[in-house]
C-alpha cells in the first residue's frame, strides 16, 4: 500500500478512509468517491468541512458533505437519463501515490473507471490533495482518446459555518442564474447574505471569495473554472432530504469551482480545475 508516515487508512461503515495527519494540518479522504471529509490545518484548529450528521456511508450513495466530485457533468445530465453530477462521486478510488514534502501530504487518487454511460470521452482523470498548511485540490482531466471533447464538473465543497445568517460571501460580481427560478437571470447582491434557498450558477471566474462567518473568514481560491455555484437547501429541502437533518442548513454552505460551460479539451491536452481553501 502507498502509504507515508503521516497517512492510514481507517473503515466507517463501508467506506475506507485515508487519513492524514502531519505537522502543519489533518485530513480524511473517503476512497468512496474520492471524496474529502475533513480539513483542518493545525495552525487554528479549525474544520473548514461540513459532513452531514445523517450521510449515508453505505459505499453506494454519495456522500452528503464534504468535497463531492462531480464529473464529467454538473448537474442534471443533458438527456436526463443518468444520475446528476455524474459517475465518479459513487464509486470506488485508487490511491496512486502519496509523498510527504516540505508543504505538506500530497496524495494522488484515481477513480476505478473515467468511462460511464452518459460520457464519450476517453479520458484519464486524477485527483491531487496537498495536505498542507491550506488544502489545495487538483482535478485533472487528460484527454487520451483521438478526438477533443467536452465535459463539465464541480469542487462540490461543503464548507462549515457557525451559522448562515451570519455568513456573508464576498468575491462574486456580475448576474448569477437562480436554478430556483427557472435559471432567471438576477444581479449578484452586495452585501451577499444568504436568507432563503440558494441554488446559483454564478458564471463569474472568481479567483478568489471569502466566506465570512462573523468575524473568522474562509478562502476559496479557484481556477481552471467558468462558474462559481452557491447552495444552500434552506430548511423545507433539508427536512426533505433524507441524508440531512432538518436544522443542517443552518451550519452549511456550498461554494463550488465548478465548469458549467462545456470545457473543451483537444486530443492528448489536460484540463485541470482547481480549488484552494485556507
Ligand atoms: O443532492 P445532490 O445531487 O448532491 O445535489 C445537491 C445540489 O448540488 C448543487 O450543486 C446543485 O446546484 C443543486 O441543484 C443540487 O440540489
Redo the contacts with the bound molecule.
Keep these: 500500500m502507498l502509504l507515508t508516515d503521516s497517512t492510514s487508512i481507517i473503515t466507517r461503515e463501508n467506506i475506507q478512509i485515508l487519513v492524514i495527519d502531519n505537522k502543519l494540518a489533518s485530513a480524511e479522504i473517503s476512497l468512496f468517491g474520492g471524496h474529502i471529509l475533513s480539513f483542518i490545518p493545525k495552525h487554528d484548529n479549525r474544520q473548514r468541512l461540513w459532513v452531514s450528521q445523517n450521510a449515508v456511508l453505505n459505499g453506494k450513495k454519495?456522500i452528503?458533505g464534504g468535497i463531492?466530485i462531480?464529473w464529467p457533468w454538473?448537474?442534471d445530465h443533458k438527456d436526463n437519463q443518468f444520475s446528476?453530477?455524474g459517475y465518479v462521486r459513487d464509486q470506488q478510488w485508487q490511491i496512486i501515490s502519496s509523498a510527504e514534502t516540505p508543504l505538506g501530504t500530497q496524495v494522488v487518487l484515481q477513480p476505478t473507471s473515467s468511462s460511464g454511460a452518459g460520457f464519450d470521452g476517453d479520458t484519464q482523470l486524477s485527483l491531487s490533495i496537498m495536505v498542507g498548511k491550506d488544502l489545495n485540490i487538483k482535478l485533472s482531466t487528460k484527454n487520451v482518446g483521438e478526438t477533443s471533447l467536452r465535459y463539465n464538473c464541480?469542487l462540490?465543497t461543503y464548507f462549515a459555518i457557525h451559522d448562515i445568517h451570519n455568513c456573508e460571501l464576498t468575491g462574486l460580481e456580475g448576474n448569477y442564474l437562480d436554478?430556483t427560478q427557472n435559471f432567471d437571470s438576477f444581479e449578484t447582491p452586495v452585501p451577499y447574505k444568504i436568507g432563503q434557498e440558494t441554488?446559483r450558477?454564478h458564471l463569474h471566474k472568481a479567483p478568489n471569495i471569502l466566506i465570512k462567518d462573523k468575524d473568522i473568514n474562509t478562502q476559496v481560491q479557484s481556477s481552471g473554472h467558468d462558474s462559481i455555484?452557491v447552495?444552500n437547501?434552506w430548511q423545507d429541502k433539508s427536512i426533505s432530504?433524507g441524508d440531512m437533518a432538518d436544522d443542517s442548513y443552518l451550519t452549511m454552505i456550498?461554494v463550488?469551482t465548478a465548469i458549467t460551460q462545456g470545457q473543451n479539451v483537444a486530443a492528448g491536452e489536460t484540463h485541470v480545475l482547481e480549488q484552494v481553501i485556507s
Design positions: 454519495a452528503r463531492p462531480c454538473f448537474g446528476a453530477h464541480a462540490h436554478k441554488d450558477v455555484i447552495w437547501p432530504m456550498c463550488e
